[in-house]
Structures are given as C-alpha cells and as structure tokens.
C-alpha cells in the first residue's frame, strides 16, 4: 500500500472505532437524565435504580469514547497536516466549541452528577445529567458542522487567501447554518437514541428472561421499545432528506450509490445491480421504473443525472482524474444501511404491540431479543462508510483532494508502524469495554446501588 491508502485505512480505523461509542453516548445520556427526572418527580426507588444502572454503562461507554476521540484530533497533525494547513483558519472555530463543550461542560456536570449526589440540592444535581446530556449532543453538533462543511461546503462562509492558498472563514453563521451539517445532526441524534434504546432492549431482556429485578427492567424494556420505534422514523425521514439533499451537492455519490450509469429521466431504483470486476460497468440489474425520481425529488418525472455524465463534467471543472467514488462500496453500504434500518423499525414496533397484549417477562423468545444489538452497530458503520467514501476523492468537496491533504515526508514504514499500534491499542480497548460493559450489564441494578463508579476516576482524569 502506498502512503494515502495508509493514511486513509488508519483514520478510518480509528473513526469508525470510536464512532462505536460516539451515538451510545449521545442517546444514553437523555434515558439517564429522564430516568433521574422521574425519580425526583416520583421519589420512586425504581427510577433511581434505573438512573444508577444505565448510568453508570452511559459513563463506561463515555470515557471510553472520549480516550478515542482524542486520537482522532492528533491524526490532524500527524497525518493530514496539508489538509489541517488548508482549512484549519475554517474548521479551528467549530471545533474548538466542540473541545469546551466536550472536556468542560460534559465532564464538569457529569463529575458533579456522579459525585453530587446528596450533597447538593436534587434540582442542581438533576440539571447536571441534563447538561452533561445537552453538552454531548451540543459537542455532536459543532464535529457534524465541520463534517458538513467537508460534505458540501458554503460558498459564502469562506474566502481562499491570495496569497497562502489557504481557506479563511468570513462568515461563521453561513458555516453554523449548513444544511448537510444541521441534517447529519438529526440523522446522528436519532441514530444515538436508537443505539441507547437497542442497548437497553437487549440488557432488559437478559435480566427479564432470568426473572431478576422485573418491575425496574419491564420500565427499562417499554421505554425502550417506543423510543426506539420513535428513533428509528426520525432516522429513515433524516435519511431522506439527506437524499435528496444529496442530490443538490453531491450527486456523484448519488449516482453511485444507485449504480446509476447514464443519466435517466425518469431514474428507476436498484433492487439488485451487477457490475464487472472494475466495479463501473453494469453487467445485469433488477429496477423498478420511475422510484428513484420519486425519492430524488417527490415526484415521477425528475431526472437524476448518471456517473459517466458526472464524470465528465467533472472534468471539465476540475481537471483530469477519476472522480468516481468505489461504486460497489456506495452501492451495497446504501443497501446494508436501509435494511437493518428497516429491521430496527420493524423489531421495535414488534416490541411495542406485543407489549400490550402479553407479559413480556414470561415470553419464551425474549431470549433472543440481545441479539438485536446488532442492527443499529451494522446500520451506523455502513451509513458512514458511505457517507465518507462515497464523497472520494474529496477530502472537502470540490476544493481538496485526498491526495493532496496527506502530510508531507510521510513514509510507508511511519504508517505501518503507526496503523499496527493503533490496531493493538484499539483491541486492547475493545476487550476491556466490553467486560466492563459485560461485568455491570449483568451485576444489574442492585450491584450499582452499592457500588462506587469504578469509571469516575477516569473521567475526573480525561478532565483535568
């Protein structure tokens, strides 16, 4: 491998890693604040319970997320310095919201929530879970504005320096009012509320099943059940809009993702599209007339231009070179997402008709219902594998390559190096998330009733 595919397969690594923990924390963190809310409306020992319990696996997941992210920030320096150089004077504003927002406002509150507990005043120590919750997906927003701006970058926030080459930022409201950012956003909060939810499904279940702490885990189960049900809309409803905005600013990847090869007016939808070993040429494909144009843009007549089309164009524009994503990554990433999206709403709304009718503790396929879990893990990691390589060979679209944001002097033997530590450290990590997670999710709630946070002193580290 040479030095950009290297340097690509090491950012991925590291990002879809820590994407892993990145949406649990997002969507963990308002179930614990409700929880908290209810138990201090109540004064119901039941919601206090809750709150500790899926607590204290919302601050594991946490500090592990937090140990990840900060890799990412150094991979900026370290990998892709010209791109850092180039959009730095954009980006530095955004995320350096985002770092306050994440080390000082999360962190604060979340310390004053573990801690605070009968020492302080029960409304400030249920506003500090709401905050630590608000601070998260605050912090989510200000990484997918950044994120958007790589996407589909506004025109009118951004000058190119004369002189240095370098983008500057003129107008930080154009950037904070991004479209692509503010719908990745709600794509992104649904998806980490639908993670919480199949999280607190699957554990609820295990415990149902072995008839340990029913009333507290039933609560845990319905609560779930409709919100993950609920999520799960908001996701497919994001993901269209994200669609057909794609269509505006990105339609490259549009037409990959759809294999679409020509352009059609109207665009048919691919059930089942075959290419050739070169991955952009049909060989055979299953479609159904007119549906594309109808997701594109609400109607049946709309056209959707094809990849040779596109490429042409972007030739034109931009120079020689291949400008067409891996099509069957895009195509079967498109694919794998929708369907165990698809598979998430369905199971849901399962779960919260069949919770009207019988007693789901004495229901003998409950046993399964862990193995659910998986679906929102292979929907998100398929959704940003696309959502990523689909925009190749952008790094930021239509203003720099891939090719030429990777730093200077870099050499094979510095990212092999590199790539393999990192792939040692992250399972490493891995293996004691897991156990943790594993070893609290089955003490159940009484264990976290009597038990210190083992993971508090890690998260007054990771602040200080």
Same mark, same amino acid.
């Given at each position: 491998?040479?030095?950009?595919?290297?340097?690509?397969?090491?950012? #991925?690594?590291?990002?879809?890693?820590?994407?892993?923990?990145?949406?649990?924390?997002?969507?963990?963190?308002?179930?614990?604040?409700?929880?908290?809310?209810?138990?201090?409306?109540?004064?119901?020992?039941?919601?206090?319970?809750?709150? =500790?319990?899926?607590?204290?696996?919302?601050?594991?997941?946490?500090?592990?997320?937090?140990?990840?992210?900060?890799?990412?920030?150094?991979?900026?320096?370290?990998?892709?310095?010209?791109?850092?150089?180039?959009?730095?004077?954009?980006?530095?504003?955004?995320?350096?919201? /985002?770092?306050? !927002? #994440?080390?000082?406002?999360?962190?604060?509150?979340?310390?004053?929530?573990?801690?605070?507990?009968?020492?302080?005043?029960? =409304?400030?120590?249920?506003?500090?879970?709401?905050?630590?919750?608000?601070?998260?997906?605050?912090?989510?927003?200000?990484? !997918?504005?950044?994120?958007?701006?790589?996407?589909?970058?506004?025109?009118?926030?951004?000058?190119?320096?004369?002189?240095?080459?370098?983008?500057?930022?003129?107008?930080?409201?154009?950037?904070?009012?991004?479209?692509?950012?503010?719908?990745?956003?709600?794509?992104?909060?649904?998806?980490?509320?639908?993670?919480?939810?199949?999280?607190?499904?699957?554990?609820?279940?295990?415990?149902?099943?072995? =008839?340990?702490?029913?009333?507290?885990? =039933?609560?845990?189960?319905?609560?779930?059940?409709?919100?993950?049900?609920?999520?799960?809309?908001?996701?497919?409803?994001?993901?269209?809009?994200?669609?057909?905005?794609?269509?505006?600013?990105?339609?490259?990847?549009?037409?990959?993702?759809?294999?679409?090869? /020509?352009?059609?007016?109207?665009?048919?939808?691919?059930?089942?599209?075959?290419?050739?070993?070169?991955?952009?040429?049909?060989?055979?494909?299953?479609?159904?007339?007119?549906?594309?144009?109808? %997701?594109? $843009?609400?109607?049946?007549? $709309?056209?959707?231009?094809?990849?040779?089309?596109?490429?042409?164009?972007?030739?034109?524009?931009?120079?020689?070179?291949?400008?067409?994503?891996?099509?069957?990554?895009?195509?079967?990433?498109?694919?794998?997402?929708?369907?165990?999206?698809?598979?998430?709403?369905?199971?849901?709304?399962?779960?919260?008709?069949?919770?009207?009718?019988?007693?789901?503790?004495?229901?003998?396929?409950?046993?399964?219902?862990?193995?659910?879990?998986?679906?929102?893990?292979?929907?998100?990691?398929?959704?940003?594998?696309?959502? /990523?390589?689909?925009?190749?060979?952008?790094?930021?679209?239509? %203003? %720099?390559?891939?090719?030429?944001?990777?730093?200077?002097?870099?050499?094979?033997?510095?990212?092999?190096?590199?790539?393999?530590?990192?792939?040692?450290?992250?399972?490493?990590?891995?293996?004691?998330?897991?156990?943790?997670?594993?070893?609290?999710?089955?003490?159940?709630?009484?264990?976290?009733?009597?038990?210190?946070?083992?993971?508090?002193?890690? !998260?007054?580290?990771?602040?200080?």
């Amino acid at each position: 491998m040479d030095v950009v595919s290297l340097s690509r397969w090491q950012f #991925a690594l590291t990002t879809l890693y820590h994407w892993l923990f990145v949406p649990l924390t997002l969507g963990m963190g308002w179930f614990v604040a409700y929880m908290q809310t209810r138990y201090y409306q109540t004064h119901d020992e039941a919601w206090r319970k809750m709150s =500790k319990f899926w607590g204290k696996l919302f601050l594991i997941n946490f500090a592990i997320g937090v140990v990840t992210g900060i890799v990412q920030e150094f991979q900026f320096g370290m990998n892709w310095s010209e791109y850092s150089r180039y959009v730095g004077d954009v980006i530095g504003a955004p995320l350096a919201i /985002e770092t306050l !927002l #994440a080390f000082f406002l999360e962190s604060t509150f979340l310390g004053i929530w573990i801690f605070g507990e009968n020492k302080i005043p029960e =409304k400030v120590h249920l506003a500090a879970i709401w905050l630590a919750a608000i601070g998260s997906n605050l912090s989510a927003l200000f990484v !997918l504005l950044v994120n958007g701006f790589m996407q589909a970058p506004p025109a009118n926030s951004f000058v190119t320096n004369p002189t240095t080459g370098r983008l500057e930022l003129v107008n930080f409201f154009a950037l904070a009012g991004n479209i692509k950012g503010w719908v990745l956003f709600w794509h992104t909060i649904s998806d980490g509320l639908a993670m919480a939810a199949f999280l607190i499904l699957a554990v609820s279940a295990y415990h149902l099943v072995r =008839k340990q702490n029913v009333e507290i885990f =039933k609560r845990s189960f319905n609560l779930a059940a409709l919100v993950g049900l609920v999520a799960g809309v908001l996701i497919f409803l994001g993901g269209h809009t994200m669609g057909q905005y794609m269509k505006e600013v990105q339609p490259m990847k549009m037409a990959a993702l759809e294999a679409i090869w /020509e352009t059609e007016q109207p665009a048919s939808f691919s059930l089942i599209t075959i290419g050739d070993l070169t991955g952009k040429q049909e060989v055979w494909s299953l479609r159904i007339p007119y549906a594309m144009s109808f %997701l594109a $843009c609400n109607n049946f007549s $709309c056209e959707v231009q094809g990849v040779n089309d596109l490429q042409a164009e972007a030739v034109q524009k931009y120079g020689p070179g291949d400008y067409i994503p891996l099509m069957v990554v895009t195509y079967w990433t498109f694919r794998i997402m929708m369907a165990f999206g698809f598979l998430m709403i369905g199971a849901t709304a399962f779960l919260v008709w069949v919770n009207t009718r019988i007693d789901i503790a004495k229901a003998k396929w409950m046993k399964w219902v862990p193995w659910l879990l998986i679906l929102p893990y292979l929907a998100n990691a398929s959704g940003w594998i696309l959502t /990523e390589m689909g925009r190749q060979p952008w790094i930021v679209y239509g %203003l %720099l390559r891939v090719q030429d944001a990777i730093s200077p002097n870099l050499t094979v033997g510095d990212l092999w190096i590199s790539l393999v530590g990192f792939s040692i450290l992250y399972i490493s990590i891995g293996i004691a998330m897991v156990y943790l997670m594993r070893k609290y999710a089955i003490a159940g709630p009484d264990a976290a009733m009597h038990e210190s946070v083992d993971v508090a002193p890690t !998260l007054v580290g990771l602040q200080d």
